[in-house]
């Protein structure tokens, strides 16, 4: 003989259909302390510690999506080296020249020279 459905199952089950939706509404990126204000929001009279219940049994979890992060690739350079790389001074007729390689803000490379009116 089957038992008759209590309403606390009744409602249980209810919750759990709604959290589902509100989860899968929000592509899983929701965990339980908005599922349980979006249900709030709806009408719905639960607390947190239910939600985050039966978030664990239904084994829901919110998705983490971290936010794009540029990194440098060797932040430990030495800037010697690198202006090394980019400064040449040459000496040319009994006169120098200094010249300076450096990126623009538009991405190009641009450079600068100086010449010193005597050596």
Do not use: W
Not at 38 to 53: D, I, T, Y
């Amino acid at each position: 003989m089957k038992e008759p459905v209590g309403k606390r199952h009744q409602e249980h089950k209810e919750l759990t259909l709604h959290i589902r939706e509100v989860y899968e509404e929000n592509k899983g990126c929701y965990g339980s302390p908005r599922v349980t204000a979006e249900l709030q929001a709806k009408g719905f009279r639960v607390s947190h510690p239910r939600v985050a219940r039966v978030m664990r049994e239904m084994g829901l979890k919110s998705i983490v999506r971290r936010k794009y992060r540029i990194q440098t690739t060797d932040s430990k350079h030495n800037v010697f080296d690198c202006l090394r790389k980019f400064i040449l001074l040459c000496r040319y007729r009994n006169r120098l020249f200094l010249i300076i390689y450096t990126l623009s803000g538009t991405g190009n490379y641009i450079y600068i020279t100086f010449t010193p009116d005597k050596v």
